[in-house]
C-alpha cells in the first residue's frame, strides 16, 4: 500500500541524508512554479516600432539601471523589461513574431517625443545596437 510505504520511505531519506524524521517534517520544499504554464488573455493587439536600450548612462539617466517606476533590471537580470508612454506600469505584453510567447512588463518610460514606440532593455549594448529598428504586432495580455 502506498500509505504504508510513505513513513518507510520518509525514514529512508532521513537515515540517508543524517536528518531525523522531525527535522524532515518541518522542512519546506520549494516549489518549482518556473514550469507551471501561465496562461494569457490577450486583451488588445496593435503594431508599433520597437527599438532597444541598456542600461548606459548615456541612454538612460543617471542612475541607469533602476527604471521609472523604481524596479531595478540590474538586479533582477532578465531581459522581460519594456519603456511605453502609452502603456501603464505592469502592464503586460507579447511580441510573438520577435519573441514567441516572452512576455514583458511595462517598468520604464522613454522621452515624450516617443509616445507610441516601445524600448525593450537589453543586458547587452551590442544586442541592443543589433536589434535595431523594427516594426511588429504587439499583444497586451492580462493572465487567464
Same mark, same amino acid.
Not at 503594431?47 to 542612475?63: G, L
Given at each position: $500500500?502506498?500509505?504504508?510505504?510513505?513513513?518507510?520511505?520518509?525514514?529512508?531519506?532521513?537515515?540517508?541524508?543524517?536528518?531525523?524524521?522531525?527535522?524532515?517534517? $518541518?522542512?519546506?520544499? $520549494?516549489?518549482?512554479?518556473?514550469?507551471?504554464?501561465?496562461?494569457?488573455?490577450?486583451?488588445?493587439?496593435?503594431?508599433?516600432?520597437?527599438? +532597444?536600450?541598456?542600461?548606459?548612462?548615456? %541612454?538612460? #539617466?543617471? #542612475?541607469?539601471?533602476?527604471?521609472?517606476?523604481?524596479?531595478?533590471?540590474?538586479?533582477?537580470? %532578465?531581459? #522581460?523589461?519594456?519603456? +511605453?508612454?502609452?502603456?501603464?506600469?505592469?502592464? $503586460?505584453?507579447?511580441?510573438?513574431?520577435?519573441?514567441?510567447?516572452?512576455?514583458?512588463?511595462?517598468?520604464?518610460? *522613454?522621452?515624450?517625443?516617443?509616445?507610441? %514606440?516601445?524600448?525593450?532593455? *537589453?543586458?547587452?549594448?551590442?544586442?541592443?545596437?543589433?536589434?535595431?529598428?523594427?516594426?511588429?504586432?504587439?499583444?497586451?495580455?492580462?493572465?487567464?
Amino acid at each position: $500500500k502506498i500509505p504504508s510505504l510513505y513513513p518507510r520511505l520518509k525514514s529512508e531519506v532521513a537515515s540517508s541524508t543524517n536528518i531525523n524524521s522531525k527535522t524532515l517534517n $518541518k522542512r519546506k520544499i $520549494k516549489k518549482n512554479t518556473d514550469k507551471i504554464p501561465i496562461k494569457y488573455k490577450v486583451i488588445s493587439t496593435s503594431w508599433r516600432r520597437i527599438t +532597444a536600450y541598456n542600461s548606459e548612462v548615456s %541612454q538612460t #539617466d543617471n #542612475d541607469p539601471c533602476t527604471t521609472a517606476n523604481g524596479f531595478n533590471v540590474c538586479k533582477h537580470n %532578465q531581459e #522581460d523589461t519594456i519603456a +511605453a508612454n502609452f502603456l501603464p506600469f505592469g502592464t $503586460k505584453i507579447k511580441i510573438p513574431s520577435l519573441f514567441g510567447n516572452r512576455v514583458f512588463t511595462v517598468r520604464d518610460r *522613454m522621452n515624450k517625443r516617443y509616445n507610441e %514606440q516601445i524600448d525593450i532593455w *537589453m543586458k547587452q549594448k551590442n544586442q541592443a545596437l543589433k536589434f535595431g529598428v523594427k516594426v511588429a504586432k504587439i499583444e497586451i495580455v492580462k493572465i487567464d
